[in-house]
């Protein structure tokens, strides 16, 4: 029998009772759980070791072997499994499409996984009372293609656009380039249907845009990551799709300036659709991954984009332009829709494109979704460009800085331990920056396991207990999602 | 035995970030739901295996139900050359002597028989009745194994075309190694047979209609022959056909390993507009699914290979007369999977258009 435990437990306060789950680790016991779950969910279970392996992380660093993994297709075999993990203490890890970067998704104390991507129907499109309903498993981007010939859009976008579940965003409280104008997933839920840990079923909202009554279970579930029920349907609020967008290109000496520049353009009373940093190094690597992409190479580069009406977005686009000249060396709106498109696709997947470059470098999701407030931006960057040097890691900086966000790529040589601890130093010189600066660990990749150190200070002692009381009142055995948060 | 590390290249599976990003467009992981059938698992699996993972069926299940047809490789952030990495894990364990039922009797078949169907009987039966071969030239028409024992009036119609320009064929042409190379196994042999007739031919342009045998001798043979594939031959000498006008609409099937392996997109396109019109399938060019067969998916997952290749006959617009590609491969997968005689080979349609075959 292979060890019930993680074998990465970095939390040092895990909630779990880990005595009750030995419970479970004879034999005879975990056999007659598989037969039960198979029962439920016919061949939709698995305890083989090739796919537990393969359900062992998402995108983070952080790993643990699950026993089984399961992919539902309904609330009532979701409900079922939740009784029998309750029954038996089972640690129960929920998963979207396991795009994560924080470990939300890793199965750290053993158990089971449960994989909603199969519950992936969009239920209702219901334009008349402006939102969709959906199963969890629905991907973002099939969600708004779906939106799209009814002229309505679910504007959260994260750079996992095209892969990416709705329930996996809920839990994440994710969001993307655009949510400088729109606001983050949170403010685009209005009902969860949540399977909770004894398998009872309850509606946090209803159908009304707007309501006042107690307090709001849709913002409590809405960001747990899935350490305090499960979702198995969600009705979103949807928006009408902008008929026009304008992208702007500005250059900048360096970030100071550049922040200096997106300030003046916020106080101008222009909000824009997004407003990203590029910074040298990054603008270098999309360069030279697409020669063809009319990007600057030789300065901080703010994407400034505009949405809305056809003759606003060129009034606001030009108005940007004249905001920025003074400061920057180089400013230019793009000339078509197409270079539009491919820049911001060639945006969504910097993250990973490090590859490309030096094949010998690998990309490592650390320390990269702090935020701060966004007047502290120049301060954050300049720290950064100080720890990475003295710590000799390579690093990219790009992010929402119209939101404070700034994700900073760290990439080594995996196969190098000494990269990899100096990795690890960096990224936690990083976030302890980030909190100096009055600022956030996270600001849409969420906590799981790889940032729960940082709780304490990130939310305060009291602040914290009260979390766990919550916790304890909704899960009083643990095993929602246990080893998560700093819990 | 030599060290895991050797076969198994930690380096370039490393390069995989776990993003996930290929479950967007794994043809395999869309049927079947399962990380371990998405190119992501299968990398894990591979770590998996560098890490004393039991190579058991699950394992196998996991690496053999990829298709190699890239699709992921084109859409990997990171660069991962996902259908080289697969291969070399298939090789990794085939040289250990772990391998399937279908890879054991495919292999048996073409070690056996230079076929991948096991057939005694004469390759180039088809040929009977026509002209005497030339024993020299500078071109060779290599048929491959499916259009020499099952679509051998293809082959027919592909040789009557490209007879005028002097082409013949490999008197003893063997397999051309693609199904062993896919499926991990070593191919030396066969390659050294065929090359060894093309010398002594004087072959300098090697010519064919399969896809799979196109990237093959292209990529896995020594270099030192110009590998053109039919659709390129016939875009390049397009005004030399005498082409017919039809009135007919018809689709194109990108094959994997001729678009996205090879970047042949366009020359099929030209053949077929010079014929008649072109409706484009949904997703087309280096966006197009699998058909579902390559890869050894259709001798040893038959149930997935047709289940991928009926989402990919949904992509076929309305009205079209024929779906026309140019892998026999793609031809049997597709018909089999419901679309019956409506997919031809490119061939068949110029056939019709040069007045050499009746509709």
């Known amino acids: ?487 | 035995m030599e060290s895991i590390d050797m076969i198994l290249d930690l380096k370039a599976i490393n390069r995989c970030v776990r993003c996930g990003n290929c479950r967007s467009v794994c043809p395999a992981f869309e049927e079947l739901g399962w990380e371990s059938a998405n190119t992501r698992g299968r990398i894990m699996v591979m770590r998996g295996l560098a890490d004393g993972l039991k190579a058991d069926a699950d394992v196998l299940d996991s690496l053999n139900s990829c298709t190699t047809c890239g699709i992921c490789t084109d859409n990997c952030p990171a660069g991962a050359d996902v259908p080289d990495l697969i291969e070399s894990a298939r090789r990794h364990l085939v040289s250990q002597g772990i391998m399937t039922e279908a890879q054991e009797r495919l292999s048996r078949y073409i070690f056996n028989s230079g076929n991948t169907f096991g057939e005694q009987k004469e390759r180039a039966a088809w040929l009977r009745g026509r002209s005497r071969l030339k024993e020299s030239s500078d071109f060779v028409y290599f048929v491959g194994c499916m259009n020499s024992y099952r679509y051998t009036e293809t082959a027919a119609r592909t040789y009557d075309l490209l007879r005028c320009f002097g082409v013949t064929l490999l008197p003893e042409e063997k397999c051309c190694g693609s199904p062993l190379l896919r499926m991990g196994f070593d191919a030396r042999k066969l390659v050294n047979a065929n090359v060894r007739q093309m010398k002594q031919i004087g072959a300098r342009t090697i010519i064919t209609g399969c896809a799979g045998c196109y990237t093959t001798l292209k990529n896995n043979y020594p270099a030192g022959f110009r590998v053109v594939s039919v659709p390129e031959f016939l875009a390049e000498h397009i005004s030399e056909l005498n082409l017919k006008r039809l009135d007919l609409t018809v689709t194109y099937h990108d094959p994997c390993h001729l678009g996205r392996h090879n970047k042949i997109y366009e020359q099929p396109r030209q053949v077929i507009e010079a014929v008649c019109k072109l409706a484009e399938m949904k997703d087309n060019r280096q966006n197009a699914r699998c058909c579902g067969g390559g890869g050894g998916v259709r001798s040893g997952y038959r149930d997935l290979s047709l289940k991928m290749a009926r989402r990919r006959l949904k992509d076929v617009p309305e009205g079209v007369n024929w779906i026309v590609t140019s892998c026999p491969l793609c031809i049997r997968n597709l018909r089999d999977a419901g679309a019956g005689s409506s997919v031809i080979d490119l061939v068949d349609l110029v056939a019709i258009a040069t007045g050499q075959h009746q509709e």
Not at chain 1, 304 to 321: P, Q
């Open chain 1, 1 to 487: 029998m292979h060890q019930l435990l993680a074998f990465l437990s970095a939390s040092g306060n895990a909630y779990i009772d880990v005595s009750s789950i030995e419970l479970i680790k004879s034999q005879r016991n975990m056999s007659g759980i598989l037969e039960d779950l198979l029962e439920i969910v016919g061949s939709r279970a698995s305890s083989s070791i090739v796919e537990r392996r393969c359900y062992a992380a998402d995108a983070s660093q952080i790993e643990g072997l699950p026993d089984f993994v399961v992919r539902p297709k309904s609330t009532n075999e979701v409900s079922r499994i939740i009784r029998l993990c309750s029954k038996h203490l089972i640690p129960v890890t929920p998963r979207g499409a396991g795009t994560g970067l924080s470990g939300g998704a890793s199965p750290v104390k053993g158990g089971l996984v449960l994989d909603m991507s199969g519950m992936d129907r969009i239920i209702d499109i219901d334009i008349a009372n402006l939102q969709a309903i959906v199963e969890p498993g629905v991907v973002q981007e099939r969600l708004n293609l779906a939106l799209k010939p009814y002229g309505f859009f679910f504007p959260p976008d994260p750079g996992s656009s095209a892969v990416c579940t709705i329930g996996g965003m809920i839990s994440h409280n994710s969001s993307g380039m655009r949510c400088v104008k729109y606001g983050t997933t949170r403010s685009y839920v209005l009902d969860l249907e949540v399977v909770l840990a004894d398998g009872r079923v309850i509606h946090t909202g209803s159908k009304a845009l707007k309501s006042a009554v107690g307090y709001d279970l849709t913002r409590l579930f809405t960001g747990s990551e899935g350490t305090l029920g499960v979702i198995t349907r969600a009705g979103l609020k949807i928006v009408p799709l902008p008929r026009s967008r304008r992208l702007v290109l500005a250059c900048f000496e360096d970030a100071v300036v550049a922040v200096q520049a997106v300030l003046k353009v916020f106080s101008c009373g222009i909000t824009p659709s997004a407003c990203e940093i590029l910074d040298k190094t990054t603008c270098q690597v999309l360069r030279r991954c697409d020669p063809k992409l009319a990007i600057p190479d030789d300065g901080d580069l703010i994407l400034f984009e505009v949405d809305g009406h056809e003759n606003s977005t060129v009034k606001e686009a030009l108005h940007i332009a004249e905001i920025c000249s003074p400061m920057a060396l180089d400013v230019r709106v793009a000339t078509s829709q197409q270079e539009m498109d491919a820049i911001w696709a060639a945006r969504r997947l910097v993250g990973a494109a490090v590859a490309k470059i030096d094949p010998a470098k690998t990309r490592i999701y650390m320390g990269e979704d702090v935020g701060v407030p966004m007047s502290q931006i120049p301060d954050l960057i300049k720290r950064v460009q100080h720890i990475t040097a003295k710590l000799d890691i390579p690093a990219m900086k790009y992010g929402h800085i119209g939101d404070g966000n700034l994700h900073v790529a760290l990439f080594i040589d995996v196969m190098n331990e000494d990269q990899w601890e100096r990795l690890r130093i960096a990224a936690d010189r990083i976030h302890k920056v980030a909190l100096q600066l009055g600022g956030t660990v996270s600001t849409e990749h969420g906590i799981g396991l790889a940032r729960a150190q940082y709780m304490p200070e990130q939310v305060g002692q009291d602040a914290l207990q009260v979390m766990r009381s919550i916790k304890k009142a909704l899960d009083p055995n643990g095993i929602l999602n246990p080893g998560k948060l700093g819990l």
